[in-house]
């Protein structure tokens, strides 16, 4: 059903894109010989194929049209090479899950572009939706794969991008809270694994026992009972999309996936490596209303250093407040302490989140033999656990 005959084993078929961006682009330039695909990102996504083109354009106006497109194409592809026959049993629930996704996407882009959000998000020139069917979803952004790149996921996120990233979301939770279009809109209701909490729940069991095997000097019996207490299977995350109900305040759009992975940096001069200056933040696919700290919490937890999120959280959290005001022109509609209360509150839910990626990718370390980088992971991994046990005991108290 996933092995289809488009570019790059999706359903996009490369005469139906050429019709399509040609209104797009409003041109009658037409696609050459020497068009090419490529598929990249393997492993990284769970609900889409992403596709580079090379269009080769010919005619008039060629020379006046982008080279090249990325395409993000929703399938389930990914999950079920990821997941093996195991899948099958949650595959009806992540297609709906997959159409859902999407259609947010498609519809976080279409109100980035009317109501003019400065935002560093990719630039989008054609959308269209999941058919009943299942046919032809897809969103053609700019190609930035020559001037921009993640980080490596060992890699922790910089400060002096960070503050960019938190300036961002001010700017989004001041439309947020400045305009109801959004809470209307039922396409921006997206949820984290939304119908797959079994699916969730099982990784997170694996997850506990790949760090009992890889990490049993780090990692003693008690700690990971006691941690599978806080998180394990029993766990509902639901309690995360209701944090800003129990404390009084109103919801912001909220990413929903904000990790290394979905943030991209300005490429250094020589494109060897990245800069610390933010590109674009992308996979705005499980929008919703939320908390003001989820994305936060799980930004913390999962993409930057313990270090800088043990001496840096309060400037960070400080550091949007202020911009927030300044994007209001007048106080936040909750105070930092409140935003301070949310962020940990919410820290569980970033713990239990990252929790299957961290060991799934210090598991891939081990299997190709780079034992100091699962080191650094496996250690990146014990120091969100201790912080979410020191967290955990405050707020008992």
Known sequence: MEKVDGLCGSRVQKEW????????????????????????????????????????????????????FVLKC???????QM?????????EGSFG??????????????????????????????????????????????????????KPTIDGLPLKGLETIMENFATLHAFSLTNTEWLENSELKAYLFEGQSLLLKGWVKDSIETLRKLGSDLFSDSYLERLTEIIGP???RKYAYHVHEELGIPPVLTHGDLHNSNIMWKKSPDGNGTTDELAVIV?????????????????FCGSIE?????????????????????????????TLDQLKQAYRRLFKFGAGTYLPAFAFYAQRMMSEGKVAENDIVLRRCKAVIDDLFEIENELSR
Not at 74 to 80: E, T, V
Not at 283 to 299: S, T
Not at 307 to 333: G, S, V
């Open 97 to 150: 899950l997959l159409k859902k996704a999407h259609a947010c996407e498609v519809s976080f882009y279409n109100m980035i572009k009317t109501h003019q959000l400065k935002l560093h998000v990719p630039k989008v020139y054609y959308s269209h939706n999941v058919d009943a069917d299942g046919e032809l979803g897809l969103i053609v952004m700019e190609d930035l794969t020559q001037s921009a790149a993640v």
């Open 306 to 334: 313990a270090d800088i999120r043990r001496e840096h959280t309060n400037h960070l959290l400080e550091h949007y407040h202020k911009t927030l005001t300044a994007r209001l022109n007048k106080e936040p509609p909750f």
């Open 283 to 299: 996979d705005w696919q499980i929008m919703h209303p939320g908390c003001v700290g989820e994305d936060f919490a799980r930004l």
């Open 17 to 68: 894109l050429e019709a399509a961006l040609q209104t797009a682009l409003q041109t009658r330039a037409h696609f050459g010989p020497n068009f090419s695909s490529t598929q990249f990102g393997i492993g990284q996504g769970f609900f889409s194929i992403i596709i580079r083109v090379i269009c080769d354009w010919q005619g008039e106006g060629a020379n006046e049209l982008p080279a090249s």
């Open 83 to 91: 997941n093996g026959p195991d899948f099958e049993e949650h595959r």
């Open 234 to 236: 029993q766990f509902d």
């Open 74 to 80: 929703p399938s389930l592809g990914p999950l079920l």
